[in-house]
């Protein structure tokens, strides 16, 4: 079977020069597929919230249970054994805030590039079939940074792409990292959700993810942040962008890898 | 975890001698590397569950420490080793953090396998 997470050169889409703003009330149902607890805070927080105000169903699909972090909160309170736990309730009482079901696909830290994407696809397709949600949310391939986000960002396009073509969901894609070069490769993204009145909420669910997130609270509290951080947060704590992606237009995920 | 006391560690790597036991070796940059101002790419590795039995197994250094276990066909060595717990299950784990207590590197052993997703 060819690899499909590298057939074909790398062509991207051109998007929107303005992006649209996200409407919840044209939503039937959101699902958020992203690998790790505190993805889904970080990139869609404030939109989960969003759709849970207006009575849209939010259900977020967890790809691992961030079992291989590396941080153990601030003090650490943490370890390898016990952070899969620790993750699992703080991801409980994040999505709590948030107003979102959660389900796992219990997949390995770290380790989802090396599964069968096809066969991870499969499952991330039938939990699509059985919510029909009107958008699915995934890291967009290639702009994740982080080897998990591009492989399941990849696997949902895949899984979108499964889908007959009058069940499909908009798929909207979060690229990571440097945002002026993933302007500059990819343009403007096409989706822009105004978070104002639910920031609050994402920043309640953030501290949720308390073995993640202390080390970054300790800077803020502290005002301690140099220029990146300070960038890092105004663009958290502004609004949520994201990229419509074709399921079809499947992307070299590697890449961008350094 | 606690900070590493020699003599402790060293009484729990005697106990766990010349019998099967199920290894947890990693050492990990992160994986956002690319993120900050070096650019660099991340360095992660991590062996778990792979079996192994020790002869002799030593905790050394001042402090952060070395373990070293010498098997019978080889050698298991970790560098930078900070705290350790022993777990419910009974597992040793060892570990060393950075200045913002992030994990760098970790080596745990246990009779019983490590859990898995
Ligand atoms: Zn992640």
Redesign the interface.
Known sequence: MANPTTAGAPVETTHAATPAPFVPAAERGLLVVLPHPDDETFSSGGTMARCADAGVPVTYLCG??G??G???????FA????L?DIRERELADACAVLGAEVRML?????CVEFEDPIEVAERVRAVIEELDPSTVVGFYPGYA????HDALGLIVQLAVRALPAGRRPRLLAVAV??QEANRATLGEPDVLSDIAHTVDRKIAALRAHRSQTE?MFVKWDEDAEDE?GKAFRDRLLGGERFYLLDPHHVTGYERN?? | ?HPIDRDAVQAELDRRREQPVYL?L?T?T???T??G?D???PV?A?VRNAQVTYARGVVTGPGPYRVGLKLQDGWVYADGLT?F?V?E?D?L?L?G?DH?????V?L?LSAQP????
Do not use: C, W
């Open positions: 691992t249970y079992d291989m590396r941080r153990m909160g601030r003090p650490a370890n390898r054994e016990s899969r219990g997949l390995r830290d770290k940074v982080h080897a998990d990292g440097d080390a990146q890898r350094p | 975890m947890h990693e990990t992160g994986s956002y690319a993120l101002p650019k660099k790419p992660i991590f705290d717990v777990s299950r597992e784990l570990a953090h913002d207590g992030y994990l760098t970790a745990q490590f859990r898995e997703a």
